[in-house]
């Protein structure tokens, strides 16, 4: 079965820098786009950043361009976010997806999810 897999969450003070993974596995993704969104205790989930198949279209939330970095490693099926200079308000769980087609900053019903991985920033 399909199995999405995030690492590379922690404790980290303002500033900071995480990089996350997130593994997939259980089928081909094959003109996938993968993206990263996150949700934080008492607030509705939103977009990061995402990523086409090829890797040649970036797609970022404004509260994170300039400082997030989103990538990909299509032979390992892997997706990865780069988060630098990181703020108290990035305190979230972050979820990857893959995603059928083109980038896009809302879920669809078939796409694949991970179960997340907690990112702390401490003040």
């Known amino acids: 079965q399909v199995h999405m897999v995030e690492s590379g969450g922690g404790l980290v003070q303002t500033g900071g820098s995480l990089r996350l993974s997130c593994a997939a596995s259980?089928?081909?993704?094959?003109?996938?786009?993968m993206g990263w969104f996150r949700q934080a205790p008492g607030r509705e989930r939103e977009f990061v950043a995402a990523i086409s198949w090829s890797g040649s279209i970036t797609d970022y939330a404004d509260s994170v361009k300039g400082r997030f970095t989103i990538s990909r490693d299509n032979a390992k099926n892997t997706v990865y976010l780069q988060m630098n200079s990181l703020k108290p308000e990035d305190t979230a769980v972050y979820c990857c997806?893959?995603?059928?087609?083109?980038?896009?900053?809302?879920?669809?019903?078939?796409?694949?999810w991970g179960k997340g991985t907690l990112v702390t920033v401490s003040s």
């Open positions: 997806a893959a995603q059928l087609g083109p980038p896009r900053r809302f879920p669809g019903p078939t796409d694949y």
């Open positions: 259980g089928r081909t993704f094959n003109g996938y786009a």
